[in-house]
């Protein structure tokens, strides 16, 4: 059974700072891999997809990079802003297409 | 282009009724999988529809059930409410089954009194 597990659970730092988010899951048999925004209370924002053949993916400040061997994900931030408060959620997707979720984490960035 | 909408935004039921939420799919997708995230907790896959059939379920008992219309809309249904169906219910849409991109819509907050 697929477990997907995000550490820290939260995390609090000065604006400016870079900062690594982490995901592991425990079956590498995965099809791609999601890294989500979330607001309080609101849906979920994609912010990068990383298909299983992949290493790394881009967008603007955001980095995400996959060892699919290792089970392992991580979501690099560089010059946090306040804006980017919000949690961060990890999901692994198999072949029929149903995402598994880890808990997330929740960033709070200080200005 | 529109993005998935869901309806209600928020609803109050009383323990033992019967809730319906509603999803439109972002355009061009033909596929509806439906999620609740609980307080604190990511979220959990419930099921997944494809051509108006449930097509993958998830760890959920038989008071969720669905229905996906012929234009790719979709419907959750919950039974005999009870207090831990509390939650954000989530729909995702995306083009075929399988392992494809999933756009997610702004949530249903159900609160069950």
């Known amino acids: 059974k697929q477990e997907v597990t995000q550490i820290p659970a939260a995390l609090s730092v000065p604006e400016g700072e870079n900062l690594v988010l982490n995901c592991s899951f425990t079956?590498?048999?995965?099809?791609?891999l999601q890294w989500f925004r979330q607001d309080p209370g609101k849906g979920l924002t994609s912010l990068l997809l990383?298909?299983?053949?992949?290493r790394e993916q881009t967008s603007g400040r955001l980095n995400a990079s996959l060892d699919k061997s290792s089970g392992r994900s991580t979501l690099y931030i560089a010059a946090s802003q306040p804006g980017d408060s919000a949690t961060y959620l990890c999901?692994?997707?198999?072949?029929?297409?149903?995402?598994?979720f880890g808990k997330g984490t929740k960033l709070s960035v200080k200005p | 282009d529109a993005g998935v909408t869901q309806s209600p935004t928020h609803l109050i039921k009383t323990r033992g009724q019967q809730v319906t939420l509603r999803c439109s799919p972002k355009?061009?997708?033909?596929?509806v999988s439906w999620y609740q995230q609980a307080l604190g907790q990511g979220p959990q896959f419930i099921f997944q529809?494809?051509?108006?059939?449930?097509?993958q379920r998830g760890n959920f008992p038989d008071r969720f059930s669905g229905h996906q219309f012929p234009n790719y809309s979709s419907e959750l249904n919950v039974n005999a409410l009870l207090l831990g169906d509390s939650a954000l219910y989530l729909c995702?849409?995306?083009?075929?089954?399988?392992?494809?991109?999933?756009?997610f819509g702004p949530g249903t907050r159900l609160t069950v009194t």
């Open positions: 995702a849409s995306s083009y075929r089954r399988g392992a494809n991109e999933q756009y």
């Open positions: 079956d590498s048999a995965i099809y791609n």
């Open positions: 990383i298909q299983s053949s992949q």
């Open positions: 999901a692994v997707q198999g072949s029929q297409g149903n995402l598994i």
């Open positions: 355009s061009g997708h033909d596929t």
């Open positions: 529809y494809y051509e108006e059939e449930e097509r």
